[in-house]
């Protein structure tokens, strides 16, 4: 367990970087999780984030990548060159989610 | 004396303490041309894409159905001798098993969503994975890189897959 400085504040993060606590979560955590990955978010980045936020608010857990590629319209090919650390568990990191359960 | 202790926890500590290595990359063999070898496959890379890890994909022997344009939609879950089944093998031989065995499964695996051999091979190929023919197989078989989907990048040899599996984990399936 560890804290994640956020200007000024600080929130709870596990072991991998993942924020314990989803109610945490607003655009600023965002930006600190994605800077902590080494990655400047961008418009398209958000398309993602925003996705698996309300994803998550319909469904109960975070999207994996084909469910943010098939529902969310996102290609493959922007997941991978958006999150080169891994798309599956970045996506959900950076939405303040925990990592997705499923294998695709 | 204490000082020499004291240097030698220093020096064993670290690699105690030490956690794993994450993987960095992973090449996955096919040797199979069963259905549900292609599936265990394909999810392990596609699963490794998704942690940022590198994928290498070699197929090889039965393997190269997998990625043979005729017959990827048609791979089949093994009956006979398929301990797994729990059918016996007189049953298993029976016209038609294998055909109903494998609309079962392909029923089951449309359920999780996962997608037809097809496009999980598209789909790793736009996340990254590398995917390549076995020449020997190939050469068996009489088959040339025109036999295999766009995404199959190269026929190599068992060398060539080797140098392509520096550092890598390699899975055999």
């Keep these: 367990m560890a804290e994640l400085a956020v200007n000024g504040k600080s929130v ?15 655009r600023e955590v965002a930006e600190a999780l994605a800077q902590a990955s080494g990655i400047s978010l961008t418009e398209k980045h958000w398309v993602v984030i925003d996705f698996c936020r309300r994803d998550y608010a319909e469904n109960g857990e975070a999207p994996g990548v084909r469910r943010i590629t098939k529902v969310g319209g996102v290609p493959t090919k922007d997941m991978y060159a958006l999150f080169p650390g891994g798309p599956g ?16 | 004396m204490a000082e020499t202790a004291e240097k ?35 999810i392990l890379a596609n ?14 022997f039965f393997g190269l159905d997998v990625v043979n344009k005729k017959k990827l939609d048609n791979l089949m879950v093994p009956t006979v001798g398929n301990p797994s089944m729990g059918i016996p093998t007189f049953l298993g031989s029976l016209p038609g098993m294998s055909w109903f065995a494998t609309k079962m499964m392909k029923k089951q695996i449309d359920k999780m969503d996962f997608p037809p051999v097809r496009e999980m091979l598209e789909t790793l190929d736009d996340a990254g994975a590398e995917l390549y023919g076995c020449r020997m197989s190939a050469d ?8 295999f989907i766009p995404q199959v990048r190269d026929i190599i040899s068992a060398m060539d897959f080797y140098d392509k599996s520096a550092g890598a984990s390699i899975i055999f399936i």
Aim: some cysteine; charged content about 20%; glycine content about 8%.
């Design chain 2, 47 to 60: 699963a490794a894409r998704m942690s940022g890890i590198d994928a290498c994909m070699f197929f090889t």
């Design chain 2, 8 to 42: 030698l926890v220093q020096t064993l500590e670290p690699a105690a303490l030490v956690k794993n290595e994450p993987i960095k990359k992973v090449s996955i063999v096919f040797s199979q041309g069963a259905l549900t070898s292609a599936y265990a496959g394909l």
């Design chain 1, 12 to 26: 709870e993060v596990n072991d991998e970087g993942f924020l314990i606590n989803p109610a945490d979560w607003d």
């Design chain 2, 140 to 147: 068996m078989m009489g088959l040339t890189k025109d036999d």
């Design chain 1, 89 to 104: 568990k970045l996506a959900a990191k950076l939405s303040g989610l925990a990592k997705p359960t499923g294998c695709v």
